[in-house]
């Protein structure tokens, strides 16, 4: 079962990697917050299956600690992005 | 039992993996920015709750299954949150795109 | 190569990408974030000393781990102070 | 060693991506990724009270104070821009830049073999403390000294940021006026998270005791919760004159400190524990500290006080 278990959370991880192209080309500043939000959600399921897998269940309480910061910094940043909507985007 | 239990948890990851990989190719599939919104709320609620649901009967305890629960409720509470924001960015936007 | 001497390289690797941009980027603000992509770096190479001292049933050595810990928060308190700068002067420059 | 190698690649990406981005946003929002890649570093490399140190404080509270940046000087005007280097110039400082990163990965490569480590007498002498998480052990005991000093130096960054308040302020509420929200998404969530986030951090800063915790990233979240309401216009901060506030920061070090010359006096050492006495004297100041931490770092994130918001 342990293999298993990493084996799925090198996949989340692989997949929200992935993800990342889109904080990179963007193009609006709605779409880096999305891929951002999503890096947070995979590495906290990413924790917890290697948290189960490796048996240490600290590893828990970060991904507790992700959860709650990572829904601050996205409020952060969906509240920062509108107030520059007059400014021109730079085609990506 | 144990096979039981094995069994799934195997079959809840890999569903909540499906759901990871759905939300990632559509938010990098998907033409715009209202249907991408679509897609990676698809991974946060369901990809994780499918994934935790999965760990849920090998917590150790009862705190160590709350602590899954509350952590999936965060990321609910959080998504819920973001979501309606990203959306009014995103529509804020449009015009000008 | 044991994953240690992996993150101490990529550690090496961001100081220097952090570096650059403090050199060559002239928004302040960027040249802070660019400090603390470098504070991250120095963080990971002392990480990688701490991981290969592991023993005594520590995964790594714990002195070095707290003394991170200790830096994290430090590294906050000067970019906090850092922006305060960047802002008042901002400010001051507003006014004229 | 796939995943690190993965884990790696992602990390050096986004960190070169956030160097060379074009707006400030896009900078600051691959640094929040930057953050949650290096927790996920930590977290391979054993050393988990810094990975929630890191999704705390270095995703979570950095991100946040610089975003809120980004806000500011986007509505003021910013100074002149400064010219760039020149191409030769780039090009000289980014060879010496990958010289420093070739002789850093040298050093890396040569590092002793075996390891140098504290990690045995560590454990030898840790259950002088009756904790059970080493790195608690070092920062309350073995290396309290630098913990102190530490939390002098968050308390210094707060002077200084008070420091910098412009002819008639001084006194004042901190930080820009937030646009005020009752409701919505941003106040549902500023209403909602606090209480969960309070009861998280509690739980943190007990088990870490005798598990990775303790009072750092409990004061990181406690601060974040504070924040929260700040940022949807909920609560407004007090002002800087106000007593209770500068108490609440001080005390942590004052304690402290406190408790350290009360060594020097019982047992002829500053910061020496009496036998037994040790695992009470560190909660008490972990709890302690928590609290003034947690109101320094929320302070830091807010600013300094501005004229156009007085009481």
Not at chain 4, 71 to 85: D, F, H, I, K, V
């Amino acid at each position: 079962m342990p293999e298993f278990l990493l084996a799925a959370a090198l996949l989340v991880f692989l997949t929200v990697a992935v993800g990342l192209v889109r904080v990179l080309r963007g193009p609006s500043e709605a779409d880096r917050i999305m891929a951002a939000q999503l890096l947070g959600t995979g590495g906290i399921a990413t924790l917890l299956l290697v948290g189960q897998a490796t048996a240490m269940p600290a590893l828990t309480d970060v991904a507790l600690i992700l959860a709650l910061l990572a829904a601050f910094a996205s409020v952060a940043m969906a509240r920062t992005a509108p107030s520059r909507e007059d400014e021109q985007e730079p085609p990506a | 039992m144990t096979l039981l239990v094995d069994a799934f948890t195997i079959l809840a990851v890999l569903a909540g993996l499906v759901f990871f990989i759905a939300g990632t190719t559509g938010l990098l599939r998907f033409p715009d920015t209202a249907s991408r919104l679509h897609a990676l709320t698809k991974a946060d609620h369901l990809g994780l709750g499918l994934i935790v649901l999965g760990l849920l009967p090998r917590a150790a305890g009862i705190d160590g299954a709350l602590r899954l629960l509350a952590i999936w409720g965060l990321v609910l509470l959080s998504s819920a949150a973001v979501g309606p924001m990203i959306a009014r960015l995103a529509r804020l936007r449009r015009p000008g795109e | 190569m044991t994953s240690a001497t992996l993150f101490g390289l990529a550690g090496a690797a961001l100081v220097g990408i952090g570096l650059f941009g403090m050199l060559v980027r002239t928004d302040p603000l960027l040249r802070i974030l660019c400090f603390n992509l470098l504070g991250g770096g120095v963080f990971l190479v002392f990480g990688a000393v701490a991981r290969r001292g592991a023993g005594a049933g520590f995964g790594g050595d714990p002195v070095p781990q707290a003394i991170i810990l200790t830096g994290l928060v430090v590294a906050f308190a000067a970019t906090a102070l850092a922006v305060a700068l960047v802002l008042r002067l901002a400010s001051a420059e507003d006014k004229r | 060693m796939i995943a690190d190698l993965l884990l790696v690649a992602a990390m050096l990406i986004v960190a070169l991506a956030s160097m060379l981005a074009r707006q400030a946003f896009t900078a600051v929002a691959l640094f929040i990724a930057y953050g949650l890649l290096l927790t996920l570093a930590w977290v391979r490399l054993a050393a988990v009270d810094v990975a929630m140190t890191e999704a705390a404080i270095g995703a979570g509270l950095s991100g946040v104070l610089l975003l809120g940046a980004v806000r500011r000087l986007a509505t003021q005007a910013s100074p002149p821009p400064e010219q760039p280097p020149g191409p030769a110039m780039t090009l000289l400082i980014a060879l010496g830049c990958a010289a420093l990163a070739a002789a850093l990965g040298a050093v890396v490569l040569l590092l002793p073999n075996p390891a140098p480590s504290l990690a045995a007498p560590v454990a030898a002498n840790l259950p002088a403390t009756d904790l059970g998480n080493p790195v608690t052990g070092v920062l309350m005991s073995f290396r309290a000294l630098d913990t102190l000093l530490e939390s002098a130096v968050v308390l210094l960054a707060v002077v200084c940021v008070w420091a910098l308040t412009p002819e008639g302020g001084w006194g004042g509420v901190p930080g820009a006026a937030q646009p005020v929200q009752r409701d919505g998404p941003l106040a549902l969530l500023a209403r909602a998270l606090p209480p969960l986030g309070i009861v998280i951090a509690m739980h943190i800063l007990w088990v870490g005791a005798d598990a990775p915790g303790g009072k750092f990233q409990a004061a990181a979240i406690l601060a974040a919760m504070w924040l929260l309401p700040w940022m949807a216009g909920l609560v407004t901060p007090p002002p800087i004159a106000a007593r209770w506030l500068r108490w609440t920061i001080a005390i942590g070090p004052v304690v402290f400190i406190a408790i350290g010359l009360a060594g020097a006096v019982i047992e002829g050492a500053f910061l020496a524990y009496p036998p037994g006495w040790a695992k009470p004297l560190i909660l008490i100041i972990e709890f302690i500290l928590t609290a003034s931490i947690a109101v320094a770092l929320a302070l830091l994130v807010i600013g300094t006080p501005d004229t156009a918001q007085r009481r």
